[in-house]
Nanobody
Framework: QLRLVESGGGLVQPGGSLRLSCTAS????????IAWFRQAPGKEREGISS????????YYGDSAKARFTISRDKAKNAVYLEMSGLKPEDTAIYYC??????????????????WGQGTQVTVSS
């Protein structure tokens, strides 16, 4: 398994923005499809967004479309999730995950075997 680390979570007011980071040590994220998931209390882990190894294809779930943007910074060995227009229902623990298969269905957590520890995002006034 690969070691991933998420950061950037926190408390934000409705309508606010956050940028989550997914970083790694000991390996290059470029070699992996990276996905962002989130899990709210009592709910299943939900696939939000993903980016393929070659950055050719990006995926956004319905909850992320038009509000979230995924990107890579190869120099910093990081993948980001820029979130704007945050809503209370976006409150969850956010995880990044990695796979070396560009053709998996990135909506499903069972397709990933490397995960970070998660970062809490709370949207509240």
């Amino acid at each position: 398994q690969l070691r991933l680390v998420e950061s950037g979570g926190g408390l934000v007011q409705p309508g606010g923005s956050l940028r989550l980071s997914c970083t790694a040590s000991g390996f290059t994220l470029d070699a992996y499809l990276i996905a962002w998931f989130r899990q709210a209390p009592g709910k299943e882990r939900e696939g939000i967004s993903s980016i393929t190894r070659s950055d050719i294809k990006e995926y956004y779930g319905d909850s992320a479309k038009a509000r979230f943007t995924i990107s890579r910074d190869k120099a910093k060995n990081a993948v980001y999730l820029e979130m704007s227009g945050l809503k209370p229902e976006d409150t969850a623990i956010y995880y990044c995950a990695a796979t070396d298969d560009d053709y998996v269905d990135a909506r499903h957590a069972f397709n990933f075997d490397s995960w970070g520890q998660g970062t809490q995002v709370t949207v509240s006034s």
